[in-house]
C-alpha cells in the first residue's frame, strides 16, 4: 500500500496548557513578589494576559475526538472510532488479535 | 518349584496389573529433588511425604498450563496416572494436572512473579513517573468492544472536550492476551514521536481472576516498566489488583476513574484562569497604588526644591506609563477589567494637572519657555504662570536677594 500522509495523527500544534499556566504563574510570582518598577510590572502583566489569552484560546477549542489506532505495514493507522459499531461486529472481526 | 519367568514377563505382568488398577489418581505431597525443567522441556522430579516418595513425571504439555513455577517443598495435589518403565524397573507418576495445595494456582503464581519483579524494582515508587497535568492526547490500551471502552470513553469526554483519546484495540483475556497487550505498549512508545501521546491508559473491565490474568503477566508489566509514555492501568473493578497495577505510573481502580484520573475538568481548567485573571490585574493595581504612594511622597518633599524640573520627569515618567496602561485597557483579556480601568483613573489623578491642583504652578516666557532658574527671568520681562485652574501674566520686578 502506498505510504499515505495520515493527517490525524499529525502532532498537536500551539503551545500547551501547562507550559501557558507556568507562564502565567510566573508573571504572578513576579507582580505578587512586591516591589517591581511600574514599567516592569506592566512588561509582567503584558506577559501574564498574553499566555492566559492563550489559555482560554485553548479552552475554547473544537470537539474531543475519538479514534481507532491500529497498525498496518509498521504506519499508524486512524480511523473514527464508534464504540456501538465495534460492539455489534461479530467478535472475530474486531478480535485484537488481527491488529496486534 | 514355579516354572521361572523372565524379567520382562515379570514386568510385563507388573505393569499391566499395576497401571490399570491406578489410572487415574489424585496424590497430594511435596516436590522434591526439583532440578528444573529438562532440556526435553518435561520435569523429572519426586513426590514425597514423610514415609515415601515417587518419581514424578510432569511432561511439558502438561507444563506449559501451568502458571506457577515449581520448587522443592511446594506442596501439591497432583492427577495422573501410574507409569512403569519396565526397562529400568521403575515405577512413576505421570501428572494430568498439577494444583498448588491451599492457595489456588494463579494465586500462587502470583505471588511468586510478584515477588520476583518486586525484587527487581519494577514497583519501586521512585520510579513512576508523574502524569500529565493536562494531557492532549491519549492511548487507551483495551478491548474496542465492551465496557471499559465506552467507560473511559464517555468520562473523559464528558470532563474535557479538548481531548484526543487514540484507541489501540487488544484482546485482553484469553491464549495470547498479554502479548499483544505488550506489544501494543511497546509500540505506541515507538511510535510516540509521530503519535505524541502524552500518557497511556491500559485496562479492562470487570471479570474473574482468569479474565483478569493478561493483566497479571510478566511482559505486560514489563512492557508497562519500560514505556517511556507515562501509563495509568485500569483492570476490572476496585478490589482488583493486578501486577500490571503495580508497575503502572497510576493505578485507577476502575476505567471510569482512570478517564477521571487522566483528564481535567473543563470547568476546572476555567475557574483556574479566572482566578490567574484576577490575580493578575490585583497584582497590577497593588503596584501601581505603592507607585503612587512614592510619588505623592517625592512631590511633597520637593515641594521647596526647585520642583518643577522633577515634576516634568515624572511628568515624562507618567505620560509613558499612562500610554502603557492606556495599551493595557485596551488588550483586556475578558470582563472584570474595570480594574485596570480603575487603575487608570488612579494613575491620572498623579498627572501633571492633578499636581498643579495641589498648589504648584509652572511658569513660562515670553515665548513658551518654561523657567527652571530664578537667573531666566530678567526684570521687566513678561510671564505666564499657569495654576491648577487658569493663568495669569505678570511682569518680572528682578531677582529676590
Known amino acids: 500500500m502506498a505510504r499515505k500522509n495520515n493527517p490525524e495523527i499529525t502532532p498537536p500544534t500551539g503551545e500547551r496548557f501547562e507550559n501557558l499556566v507556568a507562564s502565567v504563574e510566573e508573571a504572578l510570582r513576579a507582580l505578587e513578589g512586591g516591589e517591581l518598577p511600574l514599567e516592569d510590572a506592566l512588561k509582567r502583566y503584558e506577559e501574564g494576559v498574553k499566555a492566559l489569552r492563550k489559555c482560554y484560546g485553548i479552552l475554547k477549542q473544537a470537539e474531543a475526538r475519538v479514534l481507532l489506532l491500529t497498525e498496518q505495514n509498521g504506519q499508524a493507522q486512524t480511523r473514527p472510532f464508534d464504540a456501538e459499531g465495534e460492539t455489534h461486529k461479530a467478535p472475530e472481526e474486531n478480535a485484537g488479535g488481527k491488529l496486534f | 518349584?514355579?516354572?521361572?519367568?523372565?524379567?520382562?514377563?515379570?514386568?510385563?505382568?507388573?505393569?499391566?496389573?499395576?497401571?490399570?488398577?491406578?489410572?487415574?489418581?489424585?496424590?497430594?505431597?511435596?516436590?522434591?529433588?526439583?532440578?528444573?525443567?529438562?532440556?526435553?522441556?518435561?520435569?523429572?522430579?519426586?513426590?514425597?511425604?514423610?514415609?515415601?516418595?515417587?518419581?514424578?513425571?510432569?511432561?511439558?504439555?502438561?507444563?506449559?498450563?501451568?502458571?506457577?513455577?515449581?520448587?522443592?517443598?511446594?506442596?501439591?495435589?497432583?492427577?495422573?496416572?501410574?507409569?512403569?518403565?519396565?526397562?529400568?524397573?521403575?515405577?512413576?507418576?505421570?501428572?494430568?494436572?498439577?494444583?498448588?495445595?491451599?492457595?489456588?494456582?494463579?494465586?500462587?503464581?502470583?505471588?511468586?512473579?510478584?515477588?520476583?519483579?518486586?525484587?527487581?524494582?519494577?514497583?519501586?515508587?521512585?520510579?513512576?513517573?508523574?502524569?500529565?497535568?493536562?494531557?492532549?492526547?491519549?492511548?487507551?490500551?483495551?478491548?474496542?468492544?465492551?465496557?471499559?471502552?465506552?467507560?473511559?470513553?464517555?468520562?473523559?469526554?464528558?470532563?474535557?472536550?479538548?481531548?484526543?483519546?487514540?484507541?489501540?484495540?487488544?484482546?485482553?483475556?484469553?491464549?495470547?492476551?498479554?502479548?499483544?497487550?505488550?506489544?501494543?505498549?511497546?509500540?505506541?512508545?515507538?511510535?510516540?514521536?509521530?503519535?505524541?501521546?502524552?500518557?497511556?491508559?491500559?485496562?479492562?473491565?470487570g471479570g474473574s481472576l482468569e479474565d483478569l490474568w493478561a493483566f497479571n503477566e510478566e511482559p505486560v508489566a514489563r512492557a508497562i516498566f519500560e514505556s517511556a509514555i507515562p501509563v495509568i492501568s485500569a483492570v476490572g473493578h476496585e478490589v482488583?489488583?493486578?501486577?500490571?497495577?503495580?508497575?503502572?505510573?497510576?493505578?485507577?481502580?476502575?476505567?471510569?476513574?482512570?478517564?477521571?484520573?487522566?483528564?481535567?475538568?473543563?470547568?476546572?481548567?476555567?475557574e483556574a484562569c479566572a482566578e490567574f485573571d484576577l490575580r493578575l490585574h490585583r497584582a497590577l493595581r497593588h503596584t501601581a497604588e505603592v507607585w503612587r504612594g512614592r510619588l505623592d511622597t517625592l512631590a511633597s518633599r520637593l515641594a521647596g526644591v526647585g520642583p518643577l524640573n522633577l515634576l516634568r520627569r515624572e511628568q515624562q515618567r507618567l505620560d509613558y506609563l499612562w500610554e502603557g496602561l492606556t495599551r493595557q485597557v485596551k488588550h483586556r483579556v475578558q470582563s472584570g477589567n474595570e480594574l485596570v480601568a480603575s487603575l487608570a483613573a488612579r494613575l491620572e489623578g498623579l498627572s501633571p494637572v492633578a499636581v498643579l491642583q495641589r498648589g504648584y504652578s509652572i511658569t513660562f516666557d515670553d515665548t513658551g519657555k518654561v523657567l527652571r532658574d530664578a537667573s531666566q527671568a530678567k526684570a521687566g520681562q513678561r510671564i505666564r504662570t499657569r495654576l491648577g485652574k487658569g493663568e495669569f501674566n505678570s511682569r518680572v520686578e528682578g531677582p529676590v536677594s
Open chain 2, 240 to 270: 482488583d489488583v493486578t501486577i500490571a497495577d503495580l508497575v503502572a505510573d497510576l493505578r485507577a481502580p476502575t476505567p471510569t476513574a482512570a478517564a477521571e484520573i487522566a483528564v481535567p475538568e473543563l470547568a476546572v481548567m476555567e
Open chain 2, 1 to 205: 518349584m514355579a516354572d521361572s519367568i523372565t524379567v520382562s514377563e515379570l514386568s510385563r505382568q507388573i505393569k499391566q496389573h499395576l497401571e490399570p488398577r491406578f489410572a487415574n489418581v489424585a496424590v497430594t505431597g511435596e516436590i522434591s529433588n526439583y532440578r528444573g525443567v529438562h532440556h526435553s522441556g518435561h520435569v523429572y522430579c519426586n513426590l514425597k511425604d514423610d514415609g515415601a516418595q515417587i518419581r514424578l513425571i510432569i511432561w511439558g504439555s502438561t507444563l506449559s498450563r501451568q502458571r506457577f513455577e515449581l520448587k522443592d517443598g511446594l506442596e501439591v495435589t497432583i492427577t495422573g496416572k501410574l507409569d512403569v518403565y519396565a526397562r529400568r524397573g521403575e515405577y512413576s507418576l505421570v501428572a494430568t494436572t498439577v494444583t498448588p495445595k491451599g492457595t489456588g494456582a494463579l494465586q500462587l503464581a502470583f505471588q511468586q512473579m510478584h515477588d520476583r519483579l518486586q525484587a527487581e524494582g519494577l514497583f519501586d515508587a521512585a520510579r513512576k513517573r508523574n502524569l500529565p497535568q493536562y494531557p492532549r492526547r491519549i492511548g487507551v490500551v483495551t478491548s474496542p468492544t465492551g465496557a471499559a471502552v465506552r467507560d473511559i470513553i464517555t468520562t473523559a469526554c464528558r470532563r474535557n472536550r479538548n481531548v484526543e483519546l487514540f484507541i489501540v484495540p487488544v484482546k485482553v483475556q484469553g491464549e495470547g492476551a498479554a502479548l499483544e497487550i505488550a506489544k501494543a505498549l511497546r509500540w505506541l512508545n515507538a511510535v510516540n514521536d509521530h503519535l505524541a501521546l502524552d500518557l497511556i491508559i491500559a485496562g479492562r473491565g
